[in-house]
């Protein structure tokens, strides 16, 4: 159906540092590239969904034993339902992958507590998204003439019947989306929903944590996150860019950007019964509270 690389190269490499060799700090950097597996529903259901496997036409005002209805004529019933929306899929297809790097330092200070902060970041490269690659580019339709269909109505520009305006009639946007078919790159078809693996996104963010630990299984740890998600592409199959031709006017805030992310979370241990001796205090010994803060 495609034709998908067989080479994809993902090296990894990390590095851990003691800078003075007391165990103390920690320096970590590391960097990898990591493929996605594509979803094998973007190639199966494309084709069970698209002619000529299934066909849908619709006739309205008609009856079983008279098909065509009385004093119509088959061209214009058939001109009057749309041309059929497809999908597919670019032969052209490229793995889409991730890139991600990082780097933090580590402190310990005494036996019981741990700080860390770093920097960890990523870039999506050839992800999947749709695009109509039988839409009009924007202001295409202003230099092409369309046909209305009739002889009393002039033949105007497309963007004027698209916008209603300049016409002896108006027109529903079902009947201006049927004259600008007339212009469309591939006639006889509307959408057409192509997945492509063209988007990119990007991710920067600023990581602090740090872990308290008190007597017995106690502990307190502190999450905080600074970060930046951007992409040109919110979801993989559902959202198409406004605009086919200008990709990169779609470059914004991620649906999953979070810029400030902050999570605590505890373990107390009840301080009764700790030997746990007896029927009464295995009852009553060991047990814990515990919980999970989030703010973002």
């Not at 004529?73 to 297809?93: C, H, T, Y």
């Not at 991730?98 to 902060?117: A, L, P, R, Y």
């Not at 749709?130 to 092409?144: E, K, Q, Y």
């Amino acid at each position: 159906i495609v034709n998908s690389p067989k080479r994809n190269f993902a090296p990894r490499v990390g590095l851990a540092w003691d800078p003075f060799g007391n165990g103390t700090t920690v320096v970590r950097t590391g960097y990898g590239i990591y493929h996605e597996q594509t979803l094998i529903g973007f190639f199966e259901q494309n084709l069970g969904a698209n002619p000529p496997y299934q066909e849908t036409i619709t006739v309205n005002n008609t009856r079983l034993d008279q098909p065509i209805p009385v004093g119509s004529n088959p061209a214009v019933v058939a001109s009057d339902n749309a041309p059929n929306l497809i999908r597919g899929v670019d032969r052209d297809f490229k793995t889409p992958y991730m890139q991600h790097w990082s780097m933090d330092i580590q402190q310990t200070f005494g036996k019981s507590t741990i700080v860390s902060v770093g920097y960890y970041g990523s870039k999506g490269t050839n992800l999947i998204g749709v695009a109509d690659i039988n839409n009009l580019a924007p202001g295409f339709a202003l230099t092409r003439q369309c046909a209305t269909g009739t002889s009393t109505t002039p033949t105007v520009a497309c963007q004027a019947i698209a916008a209603g305006t300049g016409l002896p009639v108006v027109f529903t946007s079902a009947a201006a989306s049927l004259i600008l078919d007339q212009i469309r790159p591939y006639r006889g078809w509307r959408g057409i929903s192509m997945i492509q693996p063209r988007y990119n996104s990007r991710y920067h963010s600023i990581q602090v944590s740090a872990t308290r630990r008190f007597g017995g299984s106690s502990q307190v740890q502190l999450a905080y996150t600074l970060s930046r998600n951007m992409t040109d592409n919110q979801t993989d199959r559902s959202t198409a860019p406004q605009n086919a031709f200008d990709i990169r006017a779609e470059y914004g805030r991620a649906t999953l950007d979070r810029r400030h992310i902050t999570t605590v979370n505890y373990i107390y241990e009840l301080p009764w019964y700790n030997k746990q001796a007896g029927l009464k205090g295995k009852l009553l010994g060991g047990w814990q509270v515990s919980g999970i803060v989030t703010h973002q």
